[in-house]
């Protein structure tokens, strides 16, 4: 079993997706991503894990994907299947993913 770890200097990729939403959408918003994450992304070669936040006043989600690699990121947003739960997302609210990679980490 894969879980979110964050770390400086591992290989890994990250997805982070904002997505601004209408609070009246937001559930609905998060129901798709749950839907579209155990439905294909969990199958796709590379997949790391999921983590959705929902700000407390409704206007915006965050998807923190990991990923093994870019190459693993770039072919699944190529997937047709993918892609569909992408377009009803699309459709609840506006999008702006980005790839990143970790360049700190602070604890306690």
């Given at each position: 079993?894969?879980?979110?770890?964050?770390?400086?200097?591992?290989?890994?990729?990250?997805?982070?997706?904002?997505?601004?939403?209408?609070?009246?959408?937001?559930?609905?918003?998060?129901?798709?991503?749950?839907?579209?994450?155990?439905?294909?992304?969990?199958?796709?070669?590379?997949?790391?894990?999921?983590?959705?936040?929902?700000?407390?006043?409704?206007?915006?989600?965050?998807?923190?994907?990991?990923?093994?690699?870019?190459?693993?990121?770039?072919?699944?947003l190529a997937d047709p299947e993918a892609g569909?739960?992408?377009?009803?997302?699309?459709?609840?609210?506006?999008?702006?993913?980005?790839?990143?990679?970790?360049?700190?980490?602070?604890?306690?």
């Amino acid at each position: 079993m894969s879980e979110t770890v964050i770390r400086v200097g591992d290989e890994i990729a990250t997805l982070i997706n904002i997505f601004d939403v209408e609070p009246s959408k937001q559930q609905e918003l998060i129901a798709v991503l749950n839907e579209g994450t155990e439905k294909v992304m969990r199958n796709r070669p590379g997949f790391i894990s999921v983590n959705l936040l929902a700000s407390a006043d409704g206007t915006r989600v965050v998807n923190y994907a990991q990923w093994r690699s870019a190459d693993d990121i770039k072919a699944t947003l190529a997937d047709p299947e993918a892609g569909a739960y992408a377009k009803k997302a699309g459709e609840l609210a506006k999008a702006a993913p980005l790839v990143y990679k970790v360049v700190a980490v602070h604890h306690a």
